[in-house]
């Protein structure tokens, strides 16, 4: 789902966004009722605070998105119900992404781009920054606050320090 969200009065930020997923619950929390759609409310609450609203955030997900207080970045998120996987282009001025390696890969031959390196997967619980106001995308990391079952605790957050996505050397 895609969702343009209007700027509320005397906000500073806008958002647009795209969510794979289904949420839980999101009807049940802060302002949940207003929305229609599960995306829609998420991306309102990162609009409305930022990275804490990944602890409200329950459910399978992959977010992408832009936000006007951070121009030239897009942000991505995702849990470990939701893959996602990105690929440079040879420059390093665009990012590719898509829940699907195979279909990003597809996606990529059909229409001729010409990419740096393998595919790489996001990490569960990361937020990553793809930053182009340079001549390249600059990516950046940082972990996402979550709503996790203490179960999968260990295993949900692997680094334990702001890294950027390594690649594999070829």
Sequence with gaps: AVQRLDEPKGKETQIVGVHNGSLDNWKHKHNGKVF????????????????????????????????????HVLSMCRNLGRPMHVVFSKDRKSVYFASEAG????LCERNDIEVENEILALEAGQIYEFDSTGATVVVRSRKAPAVVPTNNISTFFKKDKEEPVKQKDT
């Design 36 to 71: 229609e759609v599960d995306s829609e409310w998420a991306l309102s609450r990162i609009a409305d605070i930022g990275d804490d609203a990944f602890k409200e955030i329950e459910g399978p997900y992959a977010f992408v998105w832009g936000d006007t207080a951070k121009k």
């Design 103 to 106: 279909m990003l890969a597809w």
